[in-house]
């Protein structure tokens, strides 16, 4: 696979935690360029302390620039990680040096044009941090609105040249990457803005030409950021209950595919900072409890730190859950108490948010999206971006998927969790969503873990005894055709997978690729699974396993991969239902290496070392 950069712009007013939440995107990288706007002032010593201690927290991966020439620095480094903090200091500085406060009218045009040339051009991931007009102090004076009418100018501008652009209001991060763009209005008269500002579309470096307009002139439309407005889907909105999550769509229906060249071929996993967690294992003996008194709590906030890098970890604020929906031609067979049509009308149930995932998301906070890989109808545009056909072949007697649709779908997942990751996902969740899925997940773990067909069975949505012959019978077929295919895991997927499968398997490789711990769900996660650490050897490190499920199956993968459930409810839903239910274990556990007290905070004494116990008394 090809890959680039990513072009991020994150607005935020004052203190709202974006310029946090723009060196956590670039958390990955080893050195960041710090292009800071705002140079230090000798005068104010209050302001020099601030900037110092920032400084200091950024650490040695940071180099600082400060600067306000911002395109010749975009130009000049434009394969490494940059952070721009902030455009609106850059605006003020550029304002000052063209004495533009006073000026009877201000052509901001050419410079602007400049700066979105040199972001569209930029190769490395690129991170600019703004004000949002409205959402700063500024004070209503003419060069108040002034600034206020260049920076909204200046943000559209930005906007249309980045990939994505997220809002951050008290420390939430809102995606406005698939909003609709709106056209400004005419400039009214008097008006100093620079309605000429060039917009670059994403993907280009030229600019649009601009042009100049002058006060009591009828401004042209800027040209919007060629960003397509989602479709509705057919059902109007409706009001949801309290405590239940609608759905996010996967993104516009024509947003440009993932190149599926090489898409199984992932490079080294690096496994979480063992440093780290030895460093979470000391602070767990320093909190005012006795040693291992939270039994797995600890090894979960130890795994955390160590997935970040970090010790005490980050507060997980975005998780993060996407359904990968798809139909399997085995369902035609018997082996599902449920039609097939079930698979397209849950999808519908789970984009108005009246899913058991939904009501589980909204209890720790987590964002759901649902995609379309292979469901056998017409889905609305917003969920069908990665559609890689409609259903899968008859994994009995036929081929699931051809090797270039599995490789589609793989690449589908890597993309979908780049997506999330770039736009600040902490927390990575997959769940499934499909009538007979369950049938070649059982086939996959089967073959893998070279087991029978009767041992890897199950009753999936509640079939009776003949279903379950039926069901064996399949997975019996299945297994035969997937032999062969056994230490080949792009044509197993192709032979007795499916798009869903393939696009989890690429999901939860790239989740590891990119450092992000991800909680799996039940077996056809797990399936899914198994067929990512083929892939990615070393991924299972960046995994939890959420739950044991009902399905036999789901105990053979568990250890196969080595991994020990965090709960055991019986549960057997899918959808990521079983994550869903871990996850607040998982955030309890940060929540007690952040927030719990030490012996010394605290003033509790520790139970002494056995060196430090007193001798026993003279008879």
């Not at 040249?161 to 420390?171: E, F, M, N, Y």
């Not at 069908?384 to 409609?390: C, D, L, M």
Request: net charge negative; glycine share 10%.
């Amino acid at each position: 696979m090809t890959t680039r950069g990513h072009r991020t712009l994150i607005l935020g007013g004052v203190r709202s935690g974006k310029s946090d939440h723009g060196e956590d995107l670039l958390r990955a990288h080893a050195s960041v360029r710090y292009l800071a706007t705002g140079p230090t002032l000798t005068t104010d010593t209050e302001w020099t302390a601030r900037v110092e201690r920032h400084r200091a927290r950024r650490g040695d991966r940071y180099t600082t620039v400060e600067t306000t020439a911002l395109a010749d620095e975009l130009r000049a480094h434009r394969d490494t990680a940059t952070l721009v903090d902030d455009l609106g200091n850059w605006l003020a500085a550029r304002l000052d040096a063209t004495d533009a406060w006073s000026a009877e009218t201000v052509d901001r045009a050419g410079e602007n044009a400049e700066l979105c040339s040199a972001i569209g051009g930029f190769d490395g991931d690129l991170v600019l941090i703004s004000p949002e007009v409205g959402l700063a102090p500024v004070p209503p004076t003419p060069a108040g609105r002034l600034f206020q009418d260049q920076l909204g100018v200046l943000n559209a501008a930005v906007a249309a040249v980045c990939d994505r652009v997220l809002l951050v209001v008290a420390g939430r991060v809102i995606d406005l990457s698939d909003a609709a763009v709106v056209t400004p209005r005419p400039s009214t008269t008097g008006d100093r803005m620079a309605t000429g500002s060039s917009v670059t579309p994403t993907g280009s470096t030229e600019p649009v030409a601009a042009q100049t307009v002058s006060p009591g002139s009828a401004a042209p439309s800027v040209p919007a950021a060629p960003i397509p407005v989602p479709v509705a889907t057919p059902s109007a909105p409706v009001d949801l209950p309290t405590g239940v999550v609608r759905v996010e769509a996967d993104g516009p229906g024509d947003r440009p595919r993932p190149d599926p060249t090489d898409a199984e071929v992932f490079g080294p996993i690096d496994p979480p900072d063992e440093a780290i967690a030895d460093e979470a294992r000391a602070r767990q003996l320093t909190l005012t409890k006795p040693a291992g008194s939270l039994g797995r709590l600890e090894e979960l906030g130890v795994w955390i730190s160590a997935c970040q890098g970090v010790c005490p970890p980050r507060p997980i604020t975005a998780p993060t859950v996407v359904v990968f929906a798809g139909d399997h031609g085995v369902a035609r067979s018997g082996v599902s108490a449920f039609p097939p049509e079930v698979t397209v009308q849950m999808v519908a149930n789970i984009a108005e948010g009246g899913a058991a995932v939904n009501v589980l998301a909204a209890r720790s906070g987590a964002r759901v999206r649902v995609v379309d890989m292979a469901v056998d109808a017409d889905t609305p545009p917003q969920f069908g971006t990665y559609k890689v056909r409609r259903g899968s072949g008859d994994l009995r007697v036929t081929d699931a998927l051809t090797v270039d649709e599995a490789r589609q779908a793989i690449a589908a997942g890597r993309a979908i969790a780049d997506d999330l990751i770039d736009a600040g996902a902490d927390l990575l969740i997959p769940g499934d969503l499909g009538i007979g899925n369950t049938t070649p997940s059982a086939v996959i773990v089967g073959t893998l873990a070279r087991r029978e067909p009767v041992e890897v069975v199950g009753r999936g949505t509640g079939i009776d005894d003949l279903g379950w012959m039926r069901k064996t019978a399949a997975i019996r077929d299945g297994m035969r055709r997937a032999r062969p295919h056994r230490n080949d895991p792009l044509r197993l997927l192709a032979a007795v997978g499916g798009a869903d499968l393939a696009a989890m398997a690429g999901y939860l490789a790239q989740a590891a690729v990119r450092k992000t711990p991800a909680i799996l769900d039940g077996v056809v996660v797990t399936a899914a699974a198994l067929i990512a650490a083929e892939l990615a050897p070393g991924a299972t490190r960046w995994w939890l396993a959420g739950h044991r499920s009902a399905e036999p199956a789901h105990s053979i993968a568990l250890e196969y991969l080595d991994l020990e459930p965090v709960v055991e409810f019986s549960m057997r839903l899918g959808e990521g239902t079983g994550a869903l239910a871990a996850l607040p274990a998982v955030m309890s556990a940060v929540d007690v290496l952040t927030s719990m007290s030490t012996f010394g905070e605290a003033g509790v004494s520790e139970k002494p070392a056995p060196d430090d116990e007193p001798a026993e008394a003279p008879a």
